[in-house]
């Protein structure tokens, strides 16, 4: 069964960190960029962070320096190290890939609040 399991998500106060997981399907997630969105009330989604196979990423500039996506291939993982958090992170983050041209899979998402 193909399936992104996040984890990770909860309540933090400002200028704190959480570390968000989701474990992939080894079908879906070996040799595949991974991407991180994430969706605020009332917002569009937006890329966060990307990974690609190899290790690259990039990141939305709202999170450049504060962010860090990573991977573990034997685990099947992608990870997004969130350090420095601001009320304005408050959204549920979902992971997606890709795996093939028009066909995509996400995560159930998880909840990350910024507050005092």
């Known amino acids: 069964q193909v399936q992104l399991v996040e984890s990770g998500g909860g309540l933090v106060q400002p200028g704190g960190s959480l570390r968000l997981s989701c474990a992939a399907s080894?079908?879906?997630?070996?040799?595949?960029?991974m991407y991180w969105y994430r969706q605020a009330p009332g917002k569009q989604r937006e890329l966060v962070a990307a990974?690609?196979?190899?290790?690259?990423?990039n990141y939305a500039d709202s999170v450049k320096g504060r962010f860090t996506i990573s991977r573990d291939n034997a685990k099947n993982t992608v990870y997004l190290r969130m350090n420095s958090l601001k009320p304005e992170d408050t959204a549920v983050y979902s992971c997606?890939?890709?795996?093939?041209?028009?066909?995509?899979?996400w995560g159930q998402g998880t909840q990350v609040t910024v507050s005092s």
């Open positions: 997606w890939v890709e795996p093939s041209v028009g066909r995509w899979y």
């Open positions: 990974i690609t196979s190899g290790g690259s990423t």
């Open positions: 080894g079908s879906i997630f070996s040799g595949n960029a």
